[in-house]
């Protein structure tokens, strides 16, 4: 099986050692409407790296694709264009956690990457040309399965339409990479629940590097979102839980529904961004490393749709990524609560590195009605060997003029994190999800 470049095992090296010891569960059937998330390093993952990089290469790897998502966000909130059913950005992240999905009937399973930024799904068809998956969903053996006419309103959803015969389809480039799918339709199936008619992208062509292997699962809230195909079902409500990199059995939860959702939690309004309806805004007001409320220019956490400034949750970023004025202050005050004298190293993005053991102030984000105080394993990692620590967050990459801050899904391990529309809130709990 060829091995895309984003299967970095930096993560793996971690916890290695460990996972020898106790073989993970990987057979475990979704139950309800719950399904389980892998990482993509997951010893249950077919995607999980065979050969170790280096920690270091490993790191400067994520790094890479984390500022490739930054530098699509950053064009993404300061254009006005309508989201693309398959953006720029599915193409070129690389997928972190993956959730087991069942197209057609009968049901043919793929491994989904997650992404809360994204609206649409799209999964790689048989016949298509550049795809690296050697398993793709076989259309024609599908009873179910159906093409999106031309005339159909869902083919006014995605960029660029065209015509192939008189099914919808639709191209889209993005520097090097480009995808080619029709819009087409057929029953998703997630852990029980069937969703018919669900309409995706049936890609028929890809050329690039780093699109998901087995395809995407959009969690956004945008018109061909899941959480707008399935309405009726999950009423825009869903929560995960995201195994931490270390964990030996390393799977968490994703949770469909409003049903089974905790009900002691912390909630921070959502806001809404017109111009880029898909991605979850909230407003984060201040940040503590350790009890000081660091001095960041309120103009920096600001919320404004014009500009895209402000700051989301994202599942698909590793790292947090804070505009520049946040960072250097979050940044400095880390620095000097560790210890001003000790000598500082850096590791490609990061500029906070520690080769002595140090000890880790808490860092808290203050969000509107939330404070979400982060443990350690938020916060740092720690190289294979224990030698080397760094402060696990950077600003915005040098050609990237950003203003918008990322709560990346490091800083969501082991947290309970609720997504809840219809009262337009997040809530964020701890939680285990080991
Ligand atoms: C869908 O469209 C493709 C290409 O136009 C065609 O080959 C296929 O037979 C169509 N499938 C159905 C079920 O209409
Ligand atoms: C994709 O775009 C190229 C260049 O514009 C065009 O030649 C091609 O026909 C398009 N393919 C589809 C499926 O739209
Ligand atoms: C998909 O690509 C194949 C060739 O690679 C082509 O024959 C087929 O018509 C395409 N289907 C659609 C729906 O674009
Ligand atoms: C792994 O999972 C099993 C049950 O599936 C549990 O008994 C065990 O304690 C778990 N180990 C860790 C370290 O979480």
Request: proline share 9%.
């Amino acid at each position: 099986m060829k091995i895309p470049i984003f299967l970095t095992p930096f993560l793996l090296c971690l916890f290695i050692s460990l996972v020898q010891a106790q073989t993970p569960k990987c057979d475990i059937q979704d139950d309800g409407s719950t399904l389980k998330v892998f990482h993509i390093f997951s010893q249950c993952s077919p995607f999980k790296p065979s050969k170790p990089m280096s920690w270091e290469e490993s790191v400067l790897n994520l790094q890479a694709k984390d500022q490739a998502r930054m530098q699509y966000f950053s064009s993404l909130v300061a254009r006005k264009s309508v989201v693309p059913i398959a953006s720029a950005r599915q193409i070129i992240q690389s997928p972190t956690y993956i959730v087991k999905a069942k197209f057609g009937t009968p049901p043919q399973t793929l491994l989904l990457a997650l992404d809360t930024s994204s609206d649409a799904a799209w999964i790689p068809c048989s016949g298509c040309v550049g795809c690296s998956t050697s398993k793709p969903f076989a259309p024609i053996k599908s009873t179910s399965f159906r093409n999106v006419s031309c005339g159909s309103p869902h083919c006014k959803q995605v960029p660029n339409p065209t015509c192939g015969g008189s099914a919808c389809a639709f191209n889209f480039t993005y520097g090097s990479s480009s995808i080619a799918a029709s819009v087409v339709q057929d029953t998703l199936t997630l852990a029980a629940d069937p969703i018919p008619g669900y309409t995706f992208g049936c890609v028929n062509k890809t050329t690039g590097s780093s699109a998901p292997q087995q395809g995407l699962l959009g969690l956004g809230r945008g018109p061909l979102s899941l959480l707008s195909q399935s309405q009726n079902l999950y009423k825009s409500t869903f929560s995960y839980c995201l195994p931490s990199f270390k964990s030996i059995n390393f799977s968490g939860s994703l949770r469909l529904g409003p049903v089974y959702q905790p009900k002691r939690i912390k909630y921070t309004p959502l806001l809404r961004n017109p111009r880029r309806s898909s991605l979850y805004y909230v407003n984060l007001v201040a940040i503590k490393v350790g009890r000081k409320i660091v001095d960041i220019p309120p103009a920096a956490l600001a919320f404004n749709p014009t500009t895209g400034a402000g700051t989301i949750f994202d599942s698909g970023t590793v790292f947090t990524r804070l505009a520049e004025p946040v960072y250097t202050a979050v940044r400095n005050e880390f620095r000097r609560r560790v210890g001003p004298k000790l000598p500082v190293t850096t590791l490609g993005g990061f500029d906070t590195c520690y080769n002595v053991p140090i000890v880790v102030p808490t860092i808290t984000f203050l969000f509107s009605g939330m404070n979400v105080a982060l443990p350690p394993d938020n916060i740092v990692i720690h190289s294979t060997a224990g030698s080397t620590t760094c402060l696990a967050m950077a600003g915005a990459p040098d050609n990237v003029n950003s203003v918008l801050n990322v709560i990346a899904n490091m800083q969501q391990q082991n947290h309970r994190v609720l997504f809840d529309v219809p009262n337009s809130r997040i809530g964020i709990a701890r939680e285990l999800c080991t």
